[in-house]
């Protein structure tokens, strides 16, 4: 985008393809820093996962691992079904974090 930008400046015919992700930059932008926040989310809530409880833990965090895979495998910036993919990490993780939050809550209290 930075590029296309500085071509149409400088006066260097730019392509039709880079025109249109440049009338896209705001959707992009906030697909990415939504895609960063979540990243930054989930390391946060595995932080808080005490080592002894992982095991216990497993199916949830597969569930969760299941939730993450179409970004890592599938989706583009072109893809049609980025906010339900967000969506969908989104509320896996807050259901997560209940959990987590919980069973520390247990441990920590008894």
Not at 9 to 32: C, D, N, T
Not at 75 to 100: A, P
Request: with cysteine.
């Amino acid at each position: 985008m930075r590029e296309t930008k500085c071509m149409q400046r400088i006066g260097i015919e730019v392509p039709e393809s880079a025109k249109m992700v440049l009338l896209q930059e705001e959707k992009f932008k906030s697909y990415f820093n939504q895609l960063l926040f979540v990243l930054k989310e989930y390391d946060r809530v595995l932080g808080r996962v005490i080592p002894v409880i992982r095991p216990l833990l497993k199916p949830h965090l597969d569930d969760l691992d299941k939730k993450i895979q179409p970004g890592m495998l599938m989706l583009t910036w072109q893809s049609m079904n980025i906010d339900g993919y967000l969506q969908r990490i989104h509320t896996g993780l807050t259901k997560f974090e209940e959990l987590v939050n919980k069973i520390n809550d247990l441990i920590e209290n008894r």
